[in-house]
Protein backbone atom coordinates (compact mmCIF):
# COMPACT_ATOMS: atom_id res chain seq x y z
CA UNK A 1 0.00 0.00 0.00
CA UNK A 2 1.10 3.88 -0.26
CA UNK A 3 2.18 5.23 2.33
CA UNK A 4 3.94 9.02 3.49
CA UNK A 5 7.52 8.02 5.20
CA UNK A 6 9.81 10.16 6.57
CA UNK A 7 13.84 9.27 4.97
CA UNK A 8 15.22 9.50 8.35
CA UNK A 9 17.03 13.27 7.74
CA UNK A 10 14.51 15.60 7.11
CA UNK A 11 12.34 14.55 3.64
CA UNK A 12 9.13 12.80 3.02
CA UNK A 13 7.81 10.86 0.37
CA UNK A 14 5.36 8.45 -0.29
CA UNK A 15 6.90 4.66 -0.81
CA UNK A 16 5.03 0.99 -0.97
CA UNK A 17 5.30 -0.60 2.49
CA UNK A 18 3.42 -4.00 3.50
CA UNK A 19 -0.37 -3.57 4.52
CA UNK A 20 -1.22 -3.92 7.98
CA UNK A 21 -3.19 -7.46 9.22
CA UNK A 22 -4.61 -8.23 12.43
CA UNK A 23 -2.15 -9.26 15.32
CA UNK A 24 -4.11 -9.22 18.48
CA UNK A 25 -7.67 -10.11 18.66
CA UNK A 26 -8.59 -6.79 19.64
CA UNK A 27 -7.17 -4.85 16.69
CA UNK A 28 -8.85 -3.39 13.36
CA UNK A 29 -7.86 -2.69 10.41
CA UNK A 30 -9.14 0.81 9.34
CA UNK A 31 -8.96 2.30 5.47
CA UNK A 32 -8.27 5.75 6.24
CA UNK A 33 -10.60 8.49 4.47
CA UNK A 34 -8.86 11.77 5.50
CA UNK A 35 -5.92 12.37 7.49
CA UNK A 36 -4.67 15.46 8.33
CA UNK A 37 -1.02 16.96 9.42
CA UNK A 38 -0.85 18.33 12.81
CA UNK A 39 1.68 20.97 14.69
CA UNK A 40 2.93 17.78 16.58
CA UNK A 41 3.90 16.27 13.01
CA UNK A 42 6.00 19.58 12.76
CA UNK A 43 8.04 19.07 15.45
CA UNK A 44 8.56 15.19 14.14
CA UNK A 45 9.98 16.54 10.84
CA UNK A 46 11.88 19.68 11.85
CA UNK A 47 14.01 16.79 14.47
CA UNK A 48 12.69 18.24 17.71
CA UNK A 49 11.50 14.30 19.00
CA UNK A 50 13.86 11.98 19.49
CA UNK A 51 12.91 8.59 18.49
CA UNK A 52 11.92 8.68 14.61
CA UNK A 53 13.56 6.18 12.11
CA UNK A 54 14.08 6.05 8.38
CA UNK A 55 10.99 4.72 6.67
CA UNK A 56 8.35 5.31 9.64
CA UNK A 57 5.05 6.18 8.79
CA UNK A 58 3.38 9.57 9.96
CA UNK A 59 0.42 10.78 10.58
CA UNK A 60 -2.33 10.56 13.93
CA UNK A 61 -5.24 12.96 13.57
CA UNK A 62 -7.43 10.94 10.63
CA UNK A 63 -10.99 9.49 10.07
CA UNK A 64 -11.59 5.54 8.37
CA UNK A 65 -14.03 2.88 7.32
CA UNK A 66 -13.59 -0.31 9.13
CA UNK A 67 -12.53 -3.10 7.09
CA UNK A 68 -11.43 -6.08 8.90
CA UNK A 69 -12.07 -6.64 13.01
CA UNK A 70 -10.17 -8.80 15.30
CA UNK A 71 -12.34 -12.29 17.03
CA UNK A 72 -12.52 -10.12 20.28
CA UNK A 73 -13.71 -6.99 19.10
CA UNK A 74 -17.39 -6.68 20.22
CA UNK A 75 -18.54 -3.26 19.37
CA UNK A 76 -17.45 -2.08 16.25
CA UNK A 77 -18.28 -3.42 12.61
CA UNK A 78 -16.90 -3.89 9.56
CA UNK A 79 -18.16 -0.68 6.92
CA UNK A 80 -18.14 2.00 10.03
CA UNK A 81 -17.18 4.88 9.10
CA UNK A 82 -15.26 5.67 12.40
CA UNK A 83 -13.13 8.79 14.12
CA UNK A 84 -10.00 7.45 15.21
CA UNK A 85 -8.68 9.04 18.40
CA UNK A 86 -4.80 9.75 18.08
CA UNK A 87 -4.01 8.26 21.23
CA UNK A 88 -3.85 4.28 21.61
CA UNK A 89 -5.57 3.05 25.11
CA UNK A 90 -6.99 0.00 26.48
CA UNK A 91 -9.46 1.13 28.81
CA UNK A 92 -8.98 -1.04 31.41
CA UNK A 93 -5.34 -0.18 33.15
CA UNK A 94 -5.24 2.55 36.07
CA UNK A 95 -5.13 5.77 33.85
CA UNK A 96 -8.06 4.80 31.31
CA UNK A 97 -10.00 4.31 34.49
CA UNK A 98 -9.18 7.13 35.39
CA UNK A 99 -10.05 8.36 31.71
CA UNK A 100 -6.63 9.83 31.42
CA UNK A 101 -6.60 7.66 28.48
CA UNK A 102 -3.32 9.30 26.99
CA UNK A 103 -1.26 8.02 29.42
CA UNK A 104 -2.22 3.98 29.33
CA UNK A 105 -0.26 2.18 30.62
CA UNK A 106 -0.71 -0.34 27.45
CA UNK A 107 -0.52 2.06 24.56
CA UNK A 108 2.93 2.56 24.62
CA UNK A 109 4.95 -1.07 23.85
CA UNK A 110 8.81 0.69 24.12
CA UNK A 111 9.21 1.05 27.49
CA UNK A 112 12.88 2.10 27.62
CA UNK A 113 12.88 5.33 26.15
CA UNK A 114 10.13 7.25 27.68
CA UNK A 115 11.14 5.92 31.18
CA UNK A 116 15.04 7.08 30.94
CA UNK A 117 13.95 10.31 30.08
CA UNK A 118 11.16 11.35 31.92
CA UNK A 119 10.91 8.41 35.05
CA UNK A 120 7.86 6.78 33.31
CA UNK A 121 6.63 5.29 30.23
CA UNK A 122 4.24 8.16 28.42
CA UNK A 123 1.16 6.88 26.51
CA UNK A 124 1.37 5.26 22.76
CA UNK A 125 0.17 7.66 19.81
CA UNK A 126 -0.27 7.25 15.86
CA UNK A 127 2.47 8.13 14.01
CA UNK A 128 4.45 9.65 16.83
CA UNK A 129 8.17 8.11 17.16
CA UNK A 130 9.19 4.96 18.80
CA UNK A 131 9.01 7.52 22.06
CA UNK A 132 5.23 7.23 21.59
CA UNK A 133 5.34 3.30 20.76
CA UNK A 134 6.61 3.25 17.34
CA UNK A 135 3.08 3.10 16.17
CA UNK A 136 2.57 2.92 12.12
CA UNK A 137 0.83 6.59 11.25
CA UNK A 138 -2.41 7.57 9.52
CA UNK A 139 -0.65 8.98 6.16
CA UNK A 140 -1.31 6.05 4.36
CA UNK A 141 -3.77 3.32 2.91
CA UNK A 142 -4.83 1.13 5.71
CA UNK A 143 -3.76 1.54 9.40
CA UNK A 144 -3.84 -1.19 12.09
CA UNK A 145 -6.39 -0.06 15.52
CA UNK A 146 -5.28 -2.10 18.69
CA UNK A 147 -7.69 -1.98 21.05
CA UNK A 148 -10.22 -0.78 18.60
CA UNK A 149 -13.67 -0.96 20.92
CA UNK A 150 -11.85 1.81 22.67
CA UNK A 151 -10.06 3.70 19.84
CA UNK A 152 -12.69 4.07 16.86
CA UNK A 153 -16.00 6.32 17.30
CA UNK A 154 -18.99 5.96 15.35
CA UNK A 155 -19.65 9.11 13.07
CA UNK A 156 -23.53 10.06 13.07
CA UNK A 157 -24.76 10.20 9.45
CA UNK A 158 -25.44 14.15 9.46
CA UNK A 159 -21.63 14.81 10.34
CA UNK A 160 -19.56 15.30 7.26
CA UNK A 161 -16.02 13.34 6.71
CA UNK A 162 -14.32 16.61 6.80
CA UNK A 163 -15.73 18.16 10.16
CA UNK A 164 -15.51 14.01 11.94
CA UNK A 165 -12.14 14.42 10.75
CA UNK A 166 -11.02 17.03 13.41
CA UNK A 167 -12.60 14.97 16.48
CA UNK A 168 -9.43 12.80 16.18
CA UNK A 169 -7.39 15.68 17.63
CA UNK A 170 -7.61 18.91 17.36
CA UNK A 171 -10.98 19.25 18.85
CA UNK A 172 -10.35 17.09 21.88
CA UNK A 173 -7.10 18.30 22.57
CA UNK A 174 -8.23 21.88 22.94
CA UNK A 175 -11.40 20.68 24.63
CA UNK A 176 -9.44 18.99 27.43
CA UNK A 177 -7.23 22.15 27.61
CA UNK A 178 -10.04 24.37 28.50
CA UNK A 179 -11.91 21.71 30.71
CA UNK A 180 -8.95 20.49 32.83
CA UNK A 181 -7.36 24.71 33.07
CA UNK A 182 -11.08 24.63 35.12
CA UNK A 183 -12.81 27.10 32.33
CA UNK A 184 -16.09 28.23 34.33
CA UNK A 185 -18.97 30.78 33.47
CA UNK A 186 -17.92 34.14 33.50
CA UNK A 187 -14.07 33.42 32.61
CA UNK A 188 -11.71 35.71 30.82
CA UNK A 189 -9.93 32.78 28.71
CA UNK A 190 -6.96 33.67 26.60
CA UNK A 191 -5.40 31.16 23.87
CA UNK A 192 -1.72 31.26 22.54
CA UNK A 193 -1.60 29.87 18.69
CA UNK A 194 -4.65 29.98 16.04
CA UNK A 195 -4.28 26.39 14.88
CA UNK A 196 -6.17 23.85 14.89
CA UNK A 197 -5.82 23.33 18.49
CA UNK A 198 -5.56 26.89 19.40
CA UNK A 199 -8.94 27.09 17.57
CA UNK A 200 -10.55 23.78 19.24
CA UNK A 201 -9.28 25.59 22.62
CA UNK A 202 -10.89 28.68 22.20
CA UNK A 203 -13.90 27.47 21.05
CA UNK A 204 -14.44 24.61 23.93
CA UNK A 205 -14.03 27.73 26.41
CA UNK A 206 -16.50 29.44 24.77
CA UNK A 207 -18.87 26.61 24.56
CA UNK A 208 -17.87 25.78 28.49
CA UNK A 209 -18.98 29.66 29.34
CA UNK A 210 -16.27 31.59 29.30
CA UNK A 211 -17.23 35.73 29.08
CA UNK A 212 -14.47 36.38 26.56
CA UNK A 213 -12.33 34.88 24.89
CA UNK A 214 -9.02 35.62 23.43
CA UNK A 215 -6.63 34.22 20.46
CA UNK A 216 -2.63 35.51 20.18
CA UNK A 217 -1.21 35.13 17.10
CA UNK A 218 0.30 36.84 14.36
CA UNK A 219 -0.50 35.22 10.99
CA UNK A 220 -3.43 37.00 10.07
CA UNK A 221 -5.14 34.01 7.85
CA UNK A 222 -5.77 32.43 11.04
CA UNK A 223 -6.79 35.43 12.95
CA UNK A 224 -9.07 35.77 10.39
CA UNK A 225 -10.84 31.84 10.88
CA UNK A 226 -10.78 32.71 14.96
CA UNK A 227 -13.30 35.75 14.25
CA UNK A 228 -14.99 34.20 11.31
CA UNK A 229 -15.66 30.43 12.25
CA UNK A 230 -14.97 30.22 16.38
CA UNK A 231 -16.24 33.23 16.99
CA UNK A 232 -14.03 34.26 19.62
CA UNK A 233 -11.62 37.86 19.91
CA UNK A 234 -7.85 37.84 18.52
CA UNK A 235 -5.42 40.12 19.69
CA UNK A 236 -1.94 40.67 16.88
CA UNK A 237 0.86 40.09 18.52
CA UNK A 238 2.90 41.82 15.25
CA UNK A 239 0.66 45.16 16.40
CA UNK A 240 0.12 44.81 20.07
CA UNK A 241 2.09 44.71 22.79
CA UNK A 242 -0.17 40.98 24.30
CA UNK A 243 0.46 41.51 27.86
CA UNK A 244 -0.43 44.91 28.05
CA UNK A 245 -3.42 44.48 25.48
CA UNK A 246 -4.91 41.61 28.04
CA UNK A 247 -4.57 43.63 30.76
CA UNK A 248 -6.44 45.81 29.86
CA UNK A 249 -9.20 43.78 28.59
CA UNK A 250 -9.20 42.45 32.48
CA UNK A 251 -9.67 45.20 34.60
CA UNK A 252 -5.42 45.03 35.09
CA UNK A 253 -6.02 41.64 36.27
CA UNK A 254 -5.02 39.36 33.32
CA UNK A 255 -7.12 36.37 32.38
CA UNK A 256 -8.40 34.13 34.53
CA UNK A 257 -7.34 30.48 32.18
CA UNK A 258 -4.36 31.21 30.06
CA UNK A 259 -4.09 28.02 27.29
CA UNK A 260 -0.90 27.58 25.54
CA UNK A 261 -1.70 25.69 22.09
CA UNK A 262 1.69 26.42 20.43
CA UNK A 263 4.47 23.94 21.59
CA UNK A 264 8.46 23.74 21.08
CA UNK A 265 9.07 25.67 18.42
CA UNK A 266 7.22 28.88 19.50
CA UNK A 267 8.14 31.77 17.76
CA UNK A 268 8.99 35.43 19.33
CA UNK A 269 6.13 36.75 17.54
CA UNK A 270 5.22 40.51 18.95
CA UNK A 271 7.08 43.83 19.17
CA UNK A 272 10.00 45.51 19.65
CA UNK A 273 13.45 43.23 20.38
CA UNK A 274 12.88 40.41 22.29
CA UNK A 275 15.55 39.06 23.91
CA UNK A 276 13.97 36.16 25.65
CA UNK A 277 12.77 34.65 22.47
CA UNK A 278 15.83 35.14 20.67
CA UNK A 279 18.07 33.10 23.39
CA UNK A 280 15.42 30.39 23.54
CA UNK A 281 16.21 30.32 19.25
CA UNK A 282 19.44 30.32 19.60
CA UNK A 283 19.92 27.76 22.65
CA UNK A 284 17.01 25.29 20.93
CA UNK A 285 19.75 25.86 17.60
CA UNK A 286 22.97 24.87 19.43
CA UNK A 287 20.90 21.76 20.61
CA UNK A 288 21.74 23.63 24.30
CA UNK A 289 18.07 22.61 24.97
CA UNK A 290 15.13 21.15 23.34
CA UNK A 291 12.23 23.26 23.38
CA UNK A 292 11.43 26.81 23.56
CA UNK A 293 8.81 27.55 25.81
CA UNK A 294 8.41 31.44 24.61
CA UNK A 295 4.60 31.04 24.40
CA UNK A 296 4.18 28.79 27.95
CA UNK A 297 6.50 31.81 29.77
CA UNK A 298 4.08 34.57 28.22
CA UNK A 299 0.88 32.80 29.46
CA UNK A 300 2.28 32.78 32.61
CA UNK A 301 3.11 36.24 32.65
CA UNK A 302 -0.01 37.29 31.83
CA UNK A 303 -2.13 35.40 34.06
CA UNK A 304 -4.17 36.71 37.18
CA UNK A 305 -3.41 35.52 40.65
CA UNK A 306 -4.26 32.52 41.56
CA UNK A 307 -5.50 31.49 37.70
CA UNK A 308 -4.81 28.57 35.67
CA UNK A 309 -2.37 27.67 32.79
CA UNK A 310 -2.78 24.64 30.81
CA UNK A 311 0.27 23.57 28.42
CA UNK A 312 -1.63 22.05 25.14
CA UNK A 313 1.69 22.35 23.11
CA UNK A 314 3.87 19.79 22.87
CA UNK A 315 7.14 19.65 24.71
CA UNK A 316 9.90 16.84 24.87
CA UNK A 317 12.99 18.05 27.36
CA UNK A 318 14.07 20.88 29.11
CA UNK A 319 13.63 24.39 28.74
CA UNK A 320 15.96 27.70 30.83
CA UNK A 321 14.41 30.65 32.11
CA UNK A 322 11.24 29.38 32.91
CA UNK A 323 9.68 31.70 35.05
CA UNK A 324 8.89 29.47 38.07
CA UNK A 325 8.96 32.18 40.43
CA UNK A 326 5.97 33.86 38.65
CA UNK A 327 4.17 30.37 38.93
CA UNK A 328 4.75 29.96 43.12
CA UNK A 329 4.41 34.14 43.75
CA UNK A 330 0.95 34.35 42.05
CA UNK A 331 -0.16 30.76 43.07
CA UNK A 332 -0.72 29.74 39.64
CA UNK A 333 -2.14 26.09 38.64
CA UNK A 334 0.12 24.60 36.12
CA UNK A 335 -1.16 22.06 34.10
CA UNK A 336 -0.30 19.89 30.64
CA UNK A 337 -1.26 16.48 29.05
CA UNK A 338 -1.81 15.05 25.86
CA UNK A 339 -4.95 14.60 24.81
CA UNK A 340 -7.62 12.32 26.86
CA UNK A 341 -9.73 11.55 23.43
CA UNK A 342 -11.12 9.14 24.55
CA UNK A 343 -13.56 10.28 27.11
CA UNK A 344 -14.56 13.56 24.73
CA UNK A 345 -15.13 12.25 21.39
CA UNK A 346 -19.01 11.23 21.62
CA UNK A 347 -19.41 14.47 22.98
CA UNK A 348 -17.97 16.13 20.56
CA UNK A 349 -19.10 14.43 17.52
CA UNK A 350 -22.71 14.76 19.28
CA UNK A 351 -22.08 18.70 19.26
CA UNK A 352 -20.50 18.69 15.48
CA UNK A 353 -24.24 17.15 14.42
CA UNK A 354 -25.86 19.73 16.31
CA UNK A 355 -23.69 22.18 14.70
CA UNK A 356 -22.54 23.86 18.19
CA UNK A 357 -18.83 22.91 16.99
CA UNK A 358 -17.73 23.27 13.38
CA UNK A 359 -14.23 21.91 11.97
CA UNK A 360 -13.95 22.25 8.21
CA UNK A 361 -12.29 25.48 7.83
CA UNK A 362 -9.31 24.06 8.96
CA UNK A 363 -9.03 21.98 6.20
CA UNK A 364 -7.66 24.42 4.17
CA UNK A 365 -5.61 22.34 1.56
CA UNK A 366 -7.01 18.85 0.74
CA UNK A 367 -4.56 17.15 -1.53
CA UNK A 368 -3.75 13.25 -2.63
CA UNK A 369 -1.06 11.89 -0.25
CA UNK A 370 1.48 12.58 -3.09
CA UNK A 371 1.31 16.35 -2.91
CA UNK A 372 2.42 15.21 1.14
CA UNK A 373 5.44 17.08 0.69
CA UNK A 374 4.59 20.10 -0.86
CA UNK A 375 1.85 19.92 2.12
CA UNK A 376 4.11 19.85 4.83
CA UNK A 377 5.91 22.85 3.32
CA UNK A 378 2.80 24.67 2.86
CA UNK A 379 2.20 24.19 6.86
CA UNK A 380 5.41 24.26 7.96
CA UNK A 381 6.20 27.72 6.98
CA UNK A 382 1.96 28.60 7.38
CA UNK A 383 1.91 29.93 3.49
CA UNK A 384 -1.15 30.50 1.34
CA UNK A 385 -3.16 30.43 4.67
CA UNK A 386 -2.42 26.41 5.35
CA UNK A 387 -4.07 25.73 8.49
CA UNK A 388 -4.07 21.87 7.87
CA UNK A 389 -3.06 19.84 4.60
CA UNK A 390 -5.77 17.10 4.47
CA UNK A 391 -4.63 14.16 2.50
CA UNK A 392 -7.41 12.49 0.79
CA UNK A 393 -7.16 8.66 0.34
N1 LIG B 1 -1.54 17.97 23.90
C1 LIG B 1 -1.83 17.23 22.82
O1 LIG B 1 -2.31 16.09 22.90
C2 LIG B 1 -1.65 17.84 21.47
C3 LIG B 1 -2.43 17.41 20.39
C4 LIG B 1 -2.27 18.07 19.16
C5 LIG B 1 -1.32 19.07 19.03
N2 LIG B 1 -0.57 19.44 20.11
C6 LIG B 1 0.41 20.53 20.04
O2 LIG B 1 -0.29 21.76 20.06
C7 LIG B 1 0.52 22.75 19.41
C8 LIG B 1 -0.34 23.46 18.36
O3 LIG B 1 -0.75 22.54 17.37
P1 LIG B 1 -1.37 23.07 15.99
O4 LIG B 1 -1.70 21.88 15.18
O5 LIG B 1 -2.42 24.08 16.26
O6 LIG B 1 -0.05 23.77 15.39
P2 LIG B 1 0.17 24.91 14.31
O7 LIG B 1 1.62 24.85 13.94
O8 LIG B 1 -0.85 24.84 13.23
O9 LIG B 1 -0.11 26.27 15.11
C9 LIG B 1 0.76 26.89 16.02
C10 LIG B 1 0.46 28.39 16.01
O10 LIG B 1 1.22 29.03 17.04
C11 LIG B 1 1.58 30.32 16.56
N3 LIG B 1 2.68 30.85 17.39
C12 LIG B 1 4.02 30.61 17.29
N4 LIG B 1 4.67 31.25 18.28
C13 LIG B 1 3.74 31.91 19.00
C14 LIG B 1 3.80 32.76 20.15
N5 LIG B 1 4.96 33.04 20.75
N6 LIG B 1 2.63 33.27 20.63
C15 LIG B 1 1.44 32.99 20.04
N7 LIG B 1 1.32 32.18 18.95
C16 LIG B 1 2.47 31.66 18.44
C17 LIG B 1 1.93 30.08 15.11
O11 LIG B 1 1.89 31.28 14.36
C18 LIG B 1 0.84 29.09 14.70
O12 LIG B 1 -0.29 29.74 14.17
C19 LIG B 1 1.71 22.01 18.82
O13 LIG B 1 2.83 22.10 19.71
C20 LIG B 1 1.25 20.57 18.79
O14 LIG B 1 2.35 19.69 18.89
C21 LIG B 1 -0.73 18.84 21.32
ZN1 LIG C 1 -1.81 16.05 16.90
ZN1 LIG D 1 -5.04 1.75 29.48
Sequence with gaps: MRALCWDGVDKLSVQQVDEPRIVNDQDAVVKVLMSAACGSDLHLVDGYIPGMRAGDVL????????????????????????????????????????????????????????SALWGETAGGCFGYSHLMGGWAGSHAEYVRVPYADQGLFPVPDEVSTTRALFASDAAPTGWMGADLAGTSPGDVVAVWGAGGVGQMAARAAMLLGAERVVVVDSVPE????????????????????????LRELTGGRGPDVCIEAVGMEASGIGRGIRPLAAYDWVKQQLRLQTDRPTAVREAITACRKGGSVFVLGVFGGVVDKFPLGAVMGKGLTLRAAQQHGHRYIPMLLERMASGELTTEHLATHPMPLEDGARGYELFKHKRDGCVRPVFVL
Excluded at 69 to 94: D, H, L
Excluded at 96 to 113: A, K, Q, V
Excluded at 225 to 245: C, F, K, W, Y
Design 59 to 114: GHEFIAEVVEVGPGVRERKVGERVVVCSFIACGRCAHCRRGETSLCDNGNPDWGLT
Design 222 to 245: RLAQVRDHVGAETLDADAVDVQDA
